[in-house]
């Protein structure tokens, strides 16, 4: 039975070494050549399976116990203390801050992104002298690795010799140093948070713009000139026909936007660390600094925890999207 | 007909030079945008302090000429040298581990028609999507009882668990296009299965491996906050750690070498990244548009 029902002409094994009739009931199954390939393909899996299982899958597990104890780094024997954690960070009022800090970053840069991504996109769409050249220069930001780039943004945002408010005050928008309208991009909470949500805009607004243009060249011009004969405005063709054709693409790429948005540390950390005065502080940089700088790893565990709620709509988003693709 | 067409002579070329002025119009603030903060990084590695330092007149150029000098720092005052050879390191041994897992994994999730593959395809797949912000604090965990804190070795470990998922899904679909005639072919001509995966398939598959190496190199170059968390001494931090946390004491940035040391690893990860991009991005989502 297993034989028959693994072989589907296709199959490397049957196709081969079965002869057709006779045989059924004396071969034993695991000699079956199904059972084989089996055999093989689930021994080729293991060494992945294992170690991802291993080093995502255990983690995170121990995190959740993690969470529940008193561990620090101090302190190698935990005591199970229940639900403390998460109380106690739901007693700061850091805590909220960083939730709704998260929150109006995450959105915040999600939607510029999106705006930014979606004009760039069609602008490459178009045909033009140097376009390969052009968009090798714009995904320049995505590609470098994001602490150097970081560092970049650090040296553009100093206090004095900022290259941003030289040019802002030569052309007269703001005081010289020293003025009070001379803005320290990291120094004033309001403008604190603005940079580095404007650092995450800069650094993905590629991503978006070379995904929703992989979508768009995926729509076949046929519908789009099928639209246009039937007198369609470009906003009905955009609205009506390219958003739905293109829906899964860019669910994807806005699940992995923003996963990585809302759990990237490195801009927060190198730029402000968090301040001034906790207004840019993030769950990933309480996270870190509660966890590894004051070591109360479980503290640290709870408040990362609490990303997951956050990142779980984009997740499930992404595996609905994957699972149901057609082949 | 002739004095017709010689009457607009321009007209279809100068619709066609006003077209393409209106495109590089819309593309120049973020040409800027994007390259900007590259040069300004460049002209900062190679400008003298005091230049860097000097108000008043336009900072776009040298107001003093240009030196190395913060290239000879990063060299001979600083544990770059280290840092470098580290990240080659790292680099290295997370590849040669995300090879020799991912391919054989991503071969049987496309080829050998599991029970399940699908689903054990999506699954491994998601775990690139549990950030290292929840993973980090149990795995320094996991570094300590291996005993390998404040060693390169610990991202050693650490990196493969964003590199196997993405690199499998990557050879899952390259191993998918390979023509399934060939494997056949071996095997009449009497190769086992295992021989016809390394005689016949592999040798054709060399540039889904080879993008899965690139792959390797490239996003663990990205990664700041595994290191950050799991290595504190000098001598053994990866470059982008190393430039970030080295280069700064206390209130004194070196911005020069700062940026110098920044741009000379991450200009080279840069190319050959963006060589590379579509297939990062059909790797996400080619999925999507199959």
């Known amino acids: ?327 | 007909m002739i004095a017709a067409g010689a009457g607009h002579p321009r007209s279809p070329r100068s619709k066609e030079i006003r077209r393409h002025a209106l495109i590089y119009l819309g593309l120049a603030p973020f040409l800027v945008l994007a390259v900007f903060p590259v040069f300004w990084m460049a002209i900062t590695a190679i400008k003298q302090d005091p230049d860097l330092y000097l108000v008043g007149a336009a900072p776009f150029w040298f107001r003093l000429p240009p030196t190395w000098k913060n290239f000879d720092f990063l060299f001979n005052n600083t544990f770059y040298k280290d840092w470098i050879i580290n990240t080659m390191a790292i680099s290295f041994w997370v590849s040669a581990i995300t090879i020799l897992t991912s391919v054989p994994a991503g071969y049987a999730l496309a080829r050998l028609r599991l029970p399940f593959a699908e689903n054990l395809g999506i699954g491994i797949f998601m775990t690139y999507l549990v950030p290292a912000i929840i993973l980090f604090i149990p795995l320094a965990r996991v570094v300590s009882t291996l005993d390998l804190q404040d060693s390169w070795w610990s991202l050693v470990v650490v990196y493969p668990t964003f590199t196997i998922p993405f690199c499998t899904w990557l050879l899952m679909g390259f191993f998918k296009t390979v023509p399934f005639e060939i494997e056949e072919a071996a095997m009449v001509d009497g190769c086992g299965q295992l021989g016809a995966l390394c005689r016949v398939v592999l040798p054709v598959s060399w540039p889904g491996i080879i993008t899965a190496i690139i792959f390797s190199f490239t996003l663990s170059m990205q990664d700041f906050l595994y290191s950050l968390a799991f290595v504190s001494i000098s001598d053994q931090k990866p470059v982008p750690l190393g430039v970030a946390t080295e280069l700064i004491r206390g209130d004194i940035y070196f911005w020069g070498s700062l940026m110098a040391g920044a741009l000379l690893v991450g200009v080279p990860v840069a190319i050959v990244y963006n060589l590379f991009l579509d297939k990062f991005i059909s790797g996400i989502t080619g999925a999507a548009i199959k």
């Open chain 1, 1 to 327: 039975m297993t034989q028959l029902a693994g072989g589907d002409g296709r199959s490397p094994g049957t196709s081969l070494s079965v002869p057709v009739s006779g045989r059924v009931g004396v071969q034993a199954w695991w000699r079956t050549p199904t059972a084989r390939r089996y055999l093989f393909g689930y021994t080729l899996l293991a060494p992945a399976v294992l170690y991802v299982s291993l080093l995502v899958g255990v983690p995170f597990a121990f995190s959740l116990y993690l969470s529940m104890s008193d561990a620090s780094v101090g302190n190698p024997v935990a005591r199970f203390v229940g639900l403390e954690n998460f109380k106690a960070a739901l007693e700061n009022a850091t805590f909220y801050t960083a939730v709704r800090n998260t929150l109006v970053f995450t959105v915040g840069a999600g939607i510029l992104k999106g705006l930014l991504g979606t004009t760039l996109a069609f602008l490459l769409l178009q045909s033009f002298k140097g376009r390969k050249v052009v968009r090798a220069l714009l995904v320049i930001p995505f590609t470098l690795p994001i602490a150097v780039s970081v560092l970049g943004w650090k040296w553009m945002f100093d206090s004095q010799f900022s290259v941003i408010n030289w040019a802002l005050s030569r052309l007269q928008l703001i005081g010289p140093y020293g003025s009070p309208d001379w803005p320290v991009w990291l120094g004033q909470p309001g403008l604190a948070l603005f940079s580095v949500m404007f650092v995450n805009v800069w650094r993905g607004f590629p991503f978006s713009a070379i995904v929703l243009l992989a979508g768009l060249t995926s729509v076949p011009p046929e519908i789009i000139d099928a639209a246009k004969v039937d007198g369609t405005t470009f906003m009905q063709r955009f609205r009506l026909v390219i958003v739905p054709m293109i829906a899964p693409i860019l669910f994807i790429g806005s699940a992995f936007d923003t996963v990585f948005t809302l759990s990237d540390l490195s801009i927060v950390y190198l730029l402000t660390n968090g301040g001034p005065d906790a207004a840019t502080e993030i769950l990933p940089t309480l996270a870190y600094n509660t966890g590894i700088r004051a070591g109360a790893l479980g503290r640290g565990a709870a408040i990362s925890l609490f990303l997951f709620p956050l990142l779980l709509p984009a997740m499930i988003l992404l595996l609905r999207t994957l699972r149901r693709r057609q082949y």
